[in-house]
């Protein structure tokens, strides 16, 4: 166990439907970033949040969205789901940024659009 | 941010050492190297990090040369356990992300 948990584990949706995939940063960890990984693009960074705050966003589609909120957990939203969304979700923490020392992924959610 | 190239597969046998080199000639002064390792359907996990000569740690070591334009993961006595995707990142000191490349896959063999 990491200590960054993700929720729901795996989740199956249609298209166009919207859905929120929820991260809990390790105990102290002010930093959350969101990773989308598709079998076809490697890992890639979406977004980052410290403290609440947003502060690098990555290829983040328009359709997407995240907040942290005060208890510092995230959420990563995703609206009018198309197959291409299909991907395993990381969100990974870090007690500040930058993150030097590395950063600790949860185990993902994986997210399969029908 | 440094664009970092390593090779995209390697196998190794059992008990071998198994070096995988990243070439990143772009490498700025306030860049680090580090590097993740990868099992299927897991998250990333931060194996070691390193800004110049070399560090050692209970899992693996890291050789940076004094151009910092290459360093080189070195993976003692692997395992069948070892098979995974190893990624190599340069993080620039101010900055907030991570850019994962393609990784190098290791399979380790019997």
């Known amino acids: 166990d990491s200590g960054v948990t993700q929720t729901p584990k795996h989740l199956i949706t249609a298209t166009g439907q919207r859905v929120t995939l929820r991260c809990s940063p390790r105990s102290g960890d002010l930093s959350v970033y969101w990773y989308q990984q598709s079998l076809d693009q490697g890992l890639q960074f979406l977004i980052q949040?410290?403290?609440?705050?947003?502060?690098a966003k990555g290829n983040i589609l328009e359709r997407f969205s995240a907040q942290q909120f005060p208890d510092l957990h995230s959420e990563l939203n995703l609206s009018s789901l198309e197959l291409g969304d299909s991907a395993l979700y990381f969100c990974?923490?870090?007690?500040?940024?930058?993150?030097?020392?590395?950063?600790?992924f949860g185990s993902g959610t994986r997210l399969t659009v029908v | 941010l440094a664009k970092t190239t390593q090779p995209i597969s390697m196998d190794s046998y059992e008990g071998q050492e198994v070096n995988i080199t990243c070439s990143h000639n772009n490498i700025a002064t306030n860049d680090y190297i580090t590097w993740y390792q990868q099992f299927p359907s897991q998250g990333p996990r931060f194996i070691i990090q390193g800004y110049k000569t070399k560090v050692t740690n209970e899992v693996a070591s890291l050789f940076i040369p004094a151009d910092r334009k290459s360093s080189t993961l070195s993976l003692p006595r692997v395992s069948l356990s070892d098979t995974a995707v190893y990624y190599c990142?340069?993080?620039?000191?101010?900055?907030?992300?991570?850019?994962f490349g393609t990784g190098t896959r290791l399979k380790v063999l019997a």
């Open positions: 990142l340069v993080l620039t000191s101010g900055t907030y992300k991570y850019i």
């Open positions: 949040y410290y403290n609440g705050e947003e502060r």
């Open positions: 990974a923490s870090s007690p500040r940024p930058p993150s030097l020392g590395g950063y600790t």
